[in-house]
Protein backbone atom coordinates (compact mmCIF):
# COMPACT_ATOMS: atom_id res chain seq x y z
CA UNK A 1 0.00 0.00 0.00
CA UNK A 2 2.50 2.26 1.11
CA UNK A 3 5.08 1.36 -2.26
CA UNK A 4 1.89 2.24 -4.33
CA UNK A 5 1.96 5.60 -2.57
CA UNK A 6 5.39 6.32 -2.24
CA UNK A 7 6.22 4.78 -6.16
CA UNK A 8 3.35 7.41 -7.65
CA UNK A 9 4.45 10.28 -5.45
CA UNK A 10 7.85 11.52 -5.83
CA UNK A 11 7.25 10.81 -10.07
CA UNK A 12 4.35 13.40 -9.88
CA UNK A 13 5.79 16.74 -9.84
CA UNK A 14 7.58 15.40 -13.32
CA UNK A 15 4.38 14.32 -14.74
CA UNK A 16 2.49 17.57 -13.84
CA UNK A 17 5.31 19.53 -14.97
CA UNK A 18 6.10 18.04 -18.33
CA UNK A 19 3.26 16.84 -19.47
CA UNK A 20 0.06 18.54 -18.11
CA UNK A 21 1.95 22.06 -18.07
CA UNK A 22 1.16 22.58 -14.38
CA UNK A 23 3.70 25.14 -12.15
CA UNK A 24 5.20 24.84 -8.97
CA UNK A 25 1.60 25.59 -7.18
CA UNK A 26 0.23 22.66 -9.22
CA UNK A 27 2.70 20.47 -8.09
CA UNK A 28 2.47 21.45 -4.26
CA UNK A 29 -1.73 20.99 -5.03
CA UNK A 30 -1.37 17.21 -6.03
CA UNK A 31 0.10 16.20 -2.98
CA UNK A 32 -1.95 18.54 -1.00
CA UNK A 33 -5.36 17.29 -2.29
CA UNK A 34 -4.08 13.61 -1.62
CA UNK A 35 -2.82 14.34 2.10
CA UNK A 36 -5.91 16.15 3.18
CA UNK A 37 -8.88 13.91 1.67
CA UNK A 38 -6.55 11.12 3.99
CA UNK A 39 -6.83 13.09 6.76
CA UNK A 40 -11.00 13.31 6.66
CA UNK A 41 -11.22 9.91 5.48
CA UNK A 42 -9.15 9.02 8.69
CA UNK A 43 -12.10 10.51 10.83
CA UNK A 44 -14.69 8.80 9.34
CA UNK A 45 -12.75 5.66 9.21
CA UNK A 46 -11.99 5.65 12.70
CA UNK A 47 -15.88 6.27 13.34
CA UNK A 48 -16.95 3.64 11.01
CA UNK A 49 -14.79 0.68 12.14
CA UNK A 50 -17.00 0.42 15.36
CA UNK A 51 -20.07 -0.38 13.01
CA UNK A 52 -18.46 -1.93 9.95
CA UNK A 53 -16.61 -4.98 9.84
CA UNK A 54 -13.21 -4.16 8.99
CA UNK A 55 -11.87 -6.27 6.34
CA UNK A 56 -14.78 -4.82 4.32
CA UNK A 57 -13.46 -1.29 4.74
CA UNK A 58 -10.36 -2.25 4.06
CA UNK A 59 -11.37 -3.97 0.73
CA UNK A 60 -13.31 -0.88 -0.22
CA UNK A 61 -10.39 1.45 0.79
CA UNK A 62 -8.04 -0.89 -1.29
CA UNK A 63 -10.47 -1.26 -4.49
CA UNK A 64 -10.88 2.81 -4.72
CA UNK A 65 -6.76 3.37 -4.56
CA UNK A 66 -6.58 0.08 -7.37
CA UNK A 67 -9.07 1.87 -9.52
CA UNK A 68 -7.73 5.64 -9.30
CA UNK A 69 -4.21 4.58 -9.48
CA UNK A 70 -5.01 2.90 -12.87
CA UNK A 71 -6.71 6.33 -14.16
CA UNK A 72 -4.01 8.68 -13.13
CA UNK A 73 -1.87 8.04 -16.70
CA UNK A 74 -5.03 9.24 -18.80
CA UNK A 75 -5.77 12.22 -16.91
CA UNK A 76 -5.20 15.26 -19.22
CA UNK A 77 -5.46 18.29 -16.96
CA UNK A 78 -4.15 19.43 -13.30
CA UNK A 79 -7.81 19.22 -12.31
CA UNK A 80 -8.65 15.83 -13.83
CA UNK A 81 -5.73 15.01 -11.99
CA UNK A 82 -6.43 16.60 -8.36
CA UNK A 83 -9.69 14.80 -8.29
CA UNK A 84 -8.17 11.40 -9.05
CA UNK A 85 -6.03 12.43 -6.14
CA UNK A 86 -9.03 13.12 -3.89
CA UNK A 87 -10.33 9.53 -4.45
CA UNK A 88 -7.17 8.17 -3.63
CA UNK A 89 -6.51 9.74 -0.83
CA UNK A 90 -10.20 8.53 0.65
CA UNK A 91 -8.95 5.47 -0.52
CA UNK A 92 -5.38 5.28 1.11
CA UNK A 93 -7.20 7.01 4.33
CA UNK A 94 -9.46 3.49 4.70
CA UNK A 95 -6.28 1.36 4.61
CA UNK A 96 -3.69 2.99 6.34
CA UNK A 97 -6.15 3.29 9.28
CA UNK A 98 -7.20 0.25 9.63
CA UNK A 99 -3.63 -1.66 8.66
CA UNK A 100 -1.93 -0.45 11.75
CA UNK A 101 -4.38 -1.15 13.88
CA UNK A 102 -5.03 -4.96 13.77
CA UNK A 103 -1.02 -4.66 14.31
CA UNK A 104 -0.84 -2.18 17.17
CA UNK A 105 -3.48 -4.21 18.93
CA UNK A 106 -1.34 -7.63 18.90
CA UNK A 107 1.82 -5.75 20.23
CA UNK A 108 2.20 -6.28 23.73
CA UNK A 109 2.25 -2.80 25.67
CA UNK A 110 5.89 -2.82 27.32
CA UNK A 111 6.85 -3.73 23.71
CA UNK A 112 5.02 -1.40 21.83
CA UNK A 113 7.96 0.67 21.16
CA UNK A 114 9.85 -2.64 19.39
CA UNK A 115 6.82 -3.61 17.41
CA UNK A 116 6.09 -0.57 16.31
CA UNK A 117 9.58 -0.42 15.15
CA UNK A 118 9.50 -3.78 13.42
CA UNK A 119 5.88 -3.13 11.44
CA UNK A 120 7.50 0.60 10.73
CA UNK A 121 10.44 -0.97 8.66
CA UNK A 122 7.51 -1.82 5.74
CA UNK A 123 6.18 1.41 5.58
CA UNK A 124 9.75 2.81 6.03
CA UNK A 125 11.29 0.69 3.29
CA UNK A 126 8.09 1.68 0.98
CA UNK A 127 9.07 5.55 1.85
CA UNK A 128 12.99 5.02 1.21
CA UNK A 129 12.69 2.79 -1.85
CA UNK A 130 9.56 3.75 -3.55
CA UNK A 131 10.34 6.90 -4.59
CA UNK A 132 14.01 5.32 -6.48
CA UNK A 133 11.68 2.70 -7.95
CA UNK A 134 8.92 5.14 -9.65
CA UNK A 135 11.65 7.86 -10.86
CA UNK A 136 13.43 5.07 -12.40
CA UNK A 137 10.54 3.68 -14.14
CA UNK A 138 9.01 6.82 -15.49
CA UNK A 139 12.23 7.85 -16.75
CA UNK A 140 13.39 4.64 -18.31
CA UNK A 141 9.60 3.78 -19.74
CA UNK A 142 7.25 6.73 -18.77
CA UNK A 143 4.49 7.88 -16.44
CA UNK A 144 2.16 5.19 -17.96
CA UNK A 145 4.28 2.05 -16.98
CA UNK A 146 4.50 3.64 -13.71
CA UNK A 147 0.56 3.92 -13.16
CA UNK A 148 0.55 0.19 -14.47
CA UNK A 149 2.98 -0.80 -11.92
CA UNK A 150 1.96 0.84 -9.16
CA UNK A 151 -1.97 -0.59 -9.60
CA UNK A 152 -0.50 -4.35 -10.07
CA UNK A 153 1.48 -3.76 -6.29
CA UNK A 154 -2.08 -3.02 -5.07
CA UNK A 155 -3.53 -5.78 -6.80
CA UNK A 156 -1.54 -8.14 -5.17
CA UNK A 157 -2.64 -7.01 -1.90
CA UNK A 158 -6.00 -7.93 -2.56
CA UNK A 159 -5.76 -11.98 -2.65
CA UNK A 160 -4.01 -11.51 0.60
CA UNK A 161 -6.84 -10.06 2.09
CA UNK A 162 -9.14 -12.64 0.96
CA UNK A 163 -6.99 -15.35 1.90
CA UNK A 164 -6.80 -14.06 5.54
CA UNK A 165 -9.46 -13.65 7.78
CA UNK A 166 -8.75 -10.77 9.99
CA UNK A 167 -8.56 -10.55 13.87
CA UNK A 168 -12.02 -9.82 15.35
CA UNK A 169 -11.42 -7.04 17.77
CA UNK A 170 -11.79 -8.30 21.53
CA UNK A 171 -9.65 -5.47 23.30
CA UNK A 172 -10.56 -4.99 26.78
CA UNK A 173 -9.79 -1.81 28.40
CA UNK A 174 -6.56 -1.40 28.94
CA UNK A 175 -5.09 0.01 32.08
CA UNK A 176 -1.51 -0.47 31.28
CA UNK A 177 0.67 2.92 32.62
CA UNK A 178 3.24 4.08 29.87
CA UNK A 179 6.12 2.08 30.95
CA UNK A 180 9.92 3.54 30.54
CA UNK A 181 8.63 6.62 28.26
CA UNK A 182 7.02 8.45 31.42
CA UNK A 183 3.67 8.62 29.33
CA UNK A 184 0.30 7.80 31.03
CA UNK A 185 -2.55 5.77 28.94
CA UNK A 186 -5.69 7.92 29.22
CA UNK A 187 -9.30 6.70 27.54
CA UNK A 188 -12.03 8.37 26.44
CA UNK A 189 -11.94 11.21 23.37
CA UNK A 190 -9.95 14.42 22.94
CA UNK A 191 -6.93 12.63 24.76
CA UNK A 192 -4.64 15.91 25.32
CA UNK A 193 -1.67 13.94 25.70
CA UNK A 194 -1.44 13.01 21.67
CA UNK A 195 -1.33 16.32 20.32
CA UNK A 196 2.16 17.15 21.30
CA UNK A 197 3.74 14.17 19.31
CA UNK A 198 1.54 14.68 16.84
CA UNK A 199 2.62 18.36 15.91
CA UNK A 200 6.52 16.97 16.20
CA UNK A 201 5.35 14.42 13.29
CA UNK A 202 4.15 17.37 11.53
CA UNK A 203 7.27 18.77 11.65
CA UNK A 204 8.91 16.08 10.17
CA UNK A 205 6.43 15.71 7.78
CA UNK A 206 7.30 18.79 6.50
CA UNK A 207 10.92 18.15 5.62
CA UNK A 208 9.88 14.21 4.03
CA UNK A 209 7.31 16.84 1.66
CA UNK A 210 10.25 18.53 0.52
CA UNK A 211 12.20 15.08 -0.63
CA UNK A 212 8.92 13.99 -1.95
CA UNK A 213 7.77 17.02 -4.25
CA UNK A 214 10.81 18.92 -5.12
CA UNK A 215 14.27 16.46 -4.95
CA UNK A 216 14.13 15.69 -8.75
CA UNK A 217 13.36 18.61 -9.26
CA UNK A 218 16.21 20.00 -7.04
CA UNK A 219 18.70 17.58 -9.14
CA UNK A 220 17.71 19.34 -11.72
CA UNK A 221 18.82 23.03 -10.28
CA UNK A 222 21.82 21.08 -8.51
CA UNK A 223 22.80 19.10 -11.48
CA UNK A 224 22.48 15.71 -9.17
CA UNK A 225 21.88 13.31 -12.43
CA UNK A 226 21.71 10.13 -9.83
CA UNK A 227 19.09 12.00 -6.66
CA UNK A 228 17.18 8.60 -6.90
CA UNK A 229 20.57 7.20 -4.80
CA UNK A 230 19.32 9.41 -1.97
CA UNK A 231 16.15 7.07 -1.60
CA UNK A 232 18.37 4.06 -1.65
CA UNK A 233 21.12 4.57 1.14
CA UNK A 234 18.21 6.38 3.36
CA UNK A 235 16.41 2.77 3.42
CA UNK A 236 19.74 1.12 4.02
CA UNK A 237 20.34 3.28 7.17
CA UNK A 238 16.12 2.93 8.03
CA UNK A 239 16.88 -0.55 7.78
CA UNK A 240 19.73 -0.61 10.74
CA UNK A 241 17.98 1.75 13.02
CA UNK A 242 14.36 1.44 13.26
CA UNK A 243 14.40 -1.97 15.57
CA UNK A 244 17.20 -0.37 17.97
CA UNK A 245 15.17 3.01 18.13
CA UNK A 246 11.69 0.83 18.97
CA UNK A 247 14.15 -0.84 22.02
CA UNK A 248 15.43 2.12 22.86
CA UNK A 249 12.31 4.00 23.52
CA UNK A 250 11.25 0.80 25.43
CA UNK A 251 13.80 0.94 27.69
CA UNK A 252 14.69 4.55 28.26
CA UNK A 253 11.46 6.50 26.81
CA UNK A 254 11.67 9.22 23.73
CA UNK A 255 14.19 11.92 24.87
CA UNK A 256 17.28 9.40 24.00
CA UNK A 257 15.80 8.83 20.76
CA UNK A 258 14.26 12.20 19.27
CA UNK A 259 17.12 14.28 21.06
CA UNK A 260 20.17 13.22 18.44
CA UNK A 261 17.81 12.01 15.51
CA UNK A 262 16.50 15.44 15.05
CA UNK A 263 19.79 16.84 14.90
CA UNK A 264 20.23 14.17 12.19
CA UNK A 265 18.10 15.56 10.19
CA UNK A 266 18.49 18.80 10.52
CA UNK A 267 22.34 18.27 9.50
CA UNK A 268 20.84 15.78 6.89
CA UNK A 269 18.76 19.07 5.06
CA UNK A 270 21.97 21.12 5.81
CA UNK A 271 24.33 19.24 3.58
CA UNK A 272 21.81 18.40 0.96
CA UNK A 273 21.07 22.35 0.61
CA UNK A 274 25.28 22.57 -0.17
CA UNK A 275 25.33 19.23 -2.38
CA UNK A 276 27.10 19.38 -5.41
CA UNK A 277 27.91 15.44 -5.80
CA UNK A 278 27.57 11.86 -5.63
CA UNK A 279 29.38 11.81 -2.04
CA UNK A 280 27.53 14.63 -0.32
CA UNK A 281 24.34 13.29 -1.64
CA UNK A 282 24.90 9.70 -0.29
CA UNK A 283 26.34 11.40 3.52
CA UNK A 284 22.88 13.63 3.54
CA UNK A 285 20.63 10.75 2.85
CA UNK A 286 22.38 8.20 5.40
CA UNK A 287 21.75 11.40 8.10
CA UNK A 288 18.32 11.44 7.16
CA UNK A 289 17.62 7.81 7.27
CA UNK A 290 19.62 7.96 10.64
CA UNK A 291 17.03 10.60 11.89
CA UNK A 292 13.86 9.65 10.04
CA UNK A 293 13.78 6.05 10.60
CA UNK A 294 14.30 6.72 14.57
CA UNK A 295 11.72 9.43 14.96
CA UNK A 296 8.81 8.26 13.12
CA UNK A 297 8.09 5.01 15.06
CA UNK A 298 9.53 6.25 17.99
CA UNK A 299 6.63 9.36 17.82
CA UNK A 300 3.77 6.55 16.76
CA UNK A 301 4.97 4.18 19.93
CA UNK A 302 4.70 7.07 22.22
CA UNK A 303 1.22 7.98 20.88
CA UNK A 304 -0.38 4.74 21.34
CA UNK A 305 1.50 4.54 25.02
CA UNK A 306 -0.99 7.37 25.32
CA UNK A 307 -3.93 5.36 24.65
CA UNK A 308 -6.09 2.25 25.81
CA UNK A 309 -6.00 -0.49 23.58
CA UNK A 310 -9.47 0.37 22.39
CA UNK A 311 -8.16 3.66 21.44
CA UNK A 312 -5.47 2.34 19.67
CA UNK A 313 -7.44 3.24 15.81
CA UNK A 314 -7.71 6.87 17.06
CA UNK A 315 -3.85 7.25 17.85
CA UNK A 316 -3.20 5.36 14.84
CA UNK A 317 -5.15 7.78 12.76
CA UNK A 318 -3.85 11.06 14.45
CA UNK A 319 -0.45 9.66 13.68
CA UNK A 320 -1.25 9.06 10.09
CA UNK A 321 -2.93 12.27 9.91
CA UNK A 322 -0.42 14.19 10.98
CA UNK A 323 2.35 12.82 8.66
CA UNK A 324 -0.13 13.65 6.11
CA UNK A 325 -0.83 17.38 7.33
CA UNK A 326 3.05 18.15 7.58
CA UNK A 327 3.29 16.22 3.88
CA UNK A 328 0.31 18.98 2.89
CA UNK A 329 1.28 21.94 4.28
CA UNK A 330 4.92 21.15 3.63
CA UNK A 331 4.25 21.05 -0.10
CA UNK A 332 2.48 23.91 0.08
CA UNK A 333 5.05 26.24 2.27
CA UNK A 334 8.01 24.87 0.77
CA UNK A 335 6.59 25.29 -2.98
CA UNK A 336 6.13 28.73 -1.83
CA UNK A 337 10.05 29.26 -0.33
CA UNK A 338 11.56 27.71 -3.83
CA UNK A 339 9.11 29.87 -5.77
CA UNK A 340 10.69 33.05 -3.59
CA UNK A 341 13.93 31.72 -3.38
CA UNK A 342 15.63 28.95 -4.78
CA UNK A 343 15.15 24.91 -4.04
CA UNK A 344 18.65 25.24 -1.72
CA UNK A 345 17.14 27.80 0.57
CA UNK A 346 14.35 25.90 0.59
CA UNK A 347 16.11 22.69 2.13
CA UNK A 348 17.79 25.38 4.73
CA UNK A 349 14.66 26.04 5.63
CA UNK A 350 13.61 22.72 6.57
CA UNK A 351 16.65 22.59 8.54
CA UNK A 352 15.35 25.35 10.22
CA UNK A 353 11.94 23.39 11.05
CA UNK A 354 13.95 20.64 12.80
CA UNK A 355 16.03 22.73 15.07
CA UNK A 356 12.31 24.02 16.37
CA UNK A 357 11.77 20.03 16.30
CA UNK A 358 14.52 19.22 18.49
CA UNK A 359 14.01 22.93 20.94
CA UNK A 360 10.51 22.64 21.40
CA UNK A 361 10.89 18.77 22.46
CA UNK A 362 14.11 19.42 24.58
CA UNK A 363 12.21 22.04 26.76
CA UNK A 364 9.38 19.87 26.90
CA UNK A 365 11.11 17.08 28.07
CA UNK A 366 13.01 19.60 30.63
CA UNK A 367 9.88 20.94 32.29
CA UNK A 368 8.29 17.14 32.54
CA UNK A 369 11.71 16.52 34.11
CA UNK A 370 11.27 19.57 36.75
CA UNK A 371 7.89 18.78 37.76
CA UNK A 372 8.30 15.04 38.16
CA UNK A 373 10.73 16.19 40.62
CA UNK A 374 8.64 18.34 42.64
CA UNK A 375 6.02 16.22 42.73
CA UNK A 376 8.79 13.85 44.34
CA UNK A 377 9.58 16.19 46.70
CA UNK A 378 6.19 17.00 47.72
CA UNK A 379 5.49 13.68 48.26
CA UNK A 380 8.68 12.95 50.23
CA UNK A 381 7.31 16.27 52.55
CA UNK A 382 3.85 14.79 53.38
CA UNK A 383 5.87 11.31 53.93
CA UNK A 384 7.98 13.10 56.82
CA UNK A 385 4.71 14.83 57.74
CA UNK A 386 3.19 11.92 58.46
CA UNK A 387 6.10 10.06 59.95
CA UNK A 388 6.60 12.72 62.56
CA UNK A 389 2.76 12.48 63.35
CA UNK A 390 3.36 8.83 63.44
CA UNK A 391 5.70 9.38 66.27
CA UNK A 392 3.91 11.61 68.40
CA UNK A 393 0.71 9.45 68.98
CA UNK A 394 -0.15 8.16 72.49
CA UNK A 395 0.92 4.82 73.50
CA UNK A 396 -1.78 2.20 71.73
CA UNK A 397 -3.36 5.04 69.37
CA UNK A 398 -2.07 4.69 66.16
CA UNK A 399 -3.39 7.16 62.60
CA UNK A 400 -3.44 4.48 60.32
CA UNK A 401 -5.35 6.67 58.33
Avoid at 119 to 125: D, H, I, P, R
Avoid at 173 to 202: M, Y
Avoid at 203 to 222: H, K, M, Q
Avoid at 310 to 335: C, H, K, Q
Amino acid sequence: MFLNLQMLLSSFPAFVKGELQGGDVAVSLVTSVFALSAIASRFMTAALMRKISRDKLLLAGLLLSVLTTAFYSIAESVPSLLVLRILYGIGFGMASTILPTLVSQIIPARRMGEGIGYFGLSTSLAMSIGPMIGINIMNSYGFGALTAAGTAVVCFMLPILLAFKLIKWTAKPDSHRGGGSGVVARSGGGNRSLWFPAFLNVLLSITYSGLLSFIVLYGEFAGLTQVGLFFLFNAATIVLVRPLSGKLFDRRGPALVLIPAGSFVTASMLLLSYSHGLPMLIASALLYGLGFGAIQPTLQAWMLRCSTKERYGEANSMFYNSTDFGVAIGALLLGAVATATDYAVMYRFSAGIMVLFVLLFSVSAALRVIKERGQRSNASHLLMTRMKSFDHQPDGEYDLE
